[in-house]
């Protein structure tokens, strides 16, 4: 199967005012035309900025779920439960902190091991 290129809305609207010749289109002036394209062009570049800044914001904020998650770190190893009452933020799920570890763990800045514990063994988490 052939590598296809996606096609985006902003390219078809270049393409069709790259085609525009002549004095209308249709039964509408030609610079009316081009004005319409420029404006969707220019509404898609602001909906792709703020979705820039919106996902910005949104990995300053999990930044500092992973500052909050590495300040409860110690040099014993802790379980994963044991790690989600101590960072006590209401808003920092179970899967949210265990994707904060694991990215800690990547970077090398904490290790990952197994416990035993009286529910059987259980990854645990300590300063590296």
């Known amino acids: 199967m052939a ?3 996606k096609v985006t809305r902003k390219d078809y ?3 069709i005012k790259a ?3 002549g004095e209308t289109v249709g039964a509408y002036p030609a610079e009316d035309v081009i004005a319409f394209i420029d404006n969707e ?3 898609i570049d602001n909906k792709a900025a703020k979705a820039k800044e919106k996902a910005a914001e949104k990995k300053a904020e999990a930044d500092a779920l992973k500052d909050a998650v590495f300040a409860v770190i110690t040099d014993e190893a802790q379980t ?8 006590a933020d209401p808003e920092a799920t179970k899967g949210k902190i265990v994707a904060r570890l694991t990215a800690l763990a ?3 800045t904490i290790v ?6 009286d529910a059987g063994k259980r990854a645990a988490y300590k300063l590296a």
Request: hydrophobic share 50%; aromatic share 4%; glycine share 4%.
């Open 19 to 21: 085609t525009i010749t």
């Open 41 to 43: 062009i220019a509404k």
């Open 80 to 87: 994963v439960d044991a790690i989600v009452a101590a960072v």
């Open 3 to 5: 590598n296809t290129v």
């Open 112 to 117: 990952k091991e197994e416990v035993k514990t």
């Open 13 to 15: 609207f270049n393409a």
């Open 106 to 108: 990547k970077d090398g």
